[in-house]
């Protein structure tokens, strides 16, 4: 939501945007590299959790600049974005009452998911329950979640398999790689070769669409 390097204010605000800079902002820390500004982590986290609704258990996503929210809930991709950055935080930062808060955040939003319907959805929620899994072992109904969002997509791959289209629906569309990076990162997490067998050959078979000539 900018033009080049200008805010690009007649969009307004998002939470996939703040949740990709949280992401970031987690990873640099734990990388050991120079960390963003100190008043820029809190913000982005502070994003989110206004964009949580308790009543219904879903994010919003897209707001005006005039700070008014302009939906009820976001899309199913932008809360699974949302979880995503919320298992990063509980596992990666630096602050513990933030790993705390992100934990807190990402139980009360995790349910919804498993009525999901959206394949990315499903990614962008498994590489969030990899890292909040690992942070918070003793939450057996997340790992179960994560099992099941997992199954969902290997069970489109193999259906996809079987026409020789190696991908988890009929078409390419955006993010397509993090779909390959959710059954490998589950497979690491949760020591399953098959999710990881089945994520590289994805990914392999991605690569190889894309430089086709």
Excluded: K
């Excluded at 800079?21 to 990873?27: D, F, G, P």
């Excluded at 349910?111 to 959805?121: D, E, K, M, N, T």
């Amino acid at each position: 939501h900018a033009i080049h390097t200008v805010p690009d204010r007649n969009h307004g605000y998002c939470i996939d945007d703040n949740a990709r800079a949280l992401i970031l902002a987690c990873m640099l820390t734990d990388a050991g590299e120079t960390a963003l500004p100190e008043a820029l982590p809190p913000r982005f986290a502070g994003f989110l959790q206004h964009a949580f609704n308790p009543a219904t258990g879903r994010f919003r996503n897209f707001m005006g600049f005039n700070r008014t929210w302009l939906e009820e809930q976001g899309s199913d991709d932008s809360h699974g974005r949302a979880l995503w950055a919320l298992g990063v935080c509980a596992a990666r930062t630096a602050d513990p009452p933030g790993r705390a808060w992100a934990a807190r955040l990402f139980r009360a939003g995790l349910p919804v998911v498993a009525g999901f319907l959206s394949p990315r959805a499903w990614g962008f929620t498994l590489l969030g329950l990899a890292e909040y899994c690992a942070a918070t072992p003793g939450d057996h109904d997340a790992a179960a979640l994560q099992h099941v969002l997992a199954d969902r997509l290997l069970a489109r791959l193999a259906a996809a398999q079987a026409a020789g289209w190696i991908w988890f629906e009929d078409r390419l569309a955006y993010d397509n790689a993090r779909l390959a990076q959710a059954l490998i990162a589950t497979g690491a997490a949760t020591g399953r070769r098959d999710l990881a067998t089945a994520g590289l050959a994805a990914l392999r078979w991605l690569v190889a669409m894309q430089t086709a000539p």
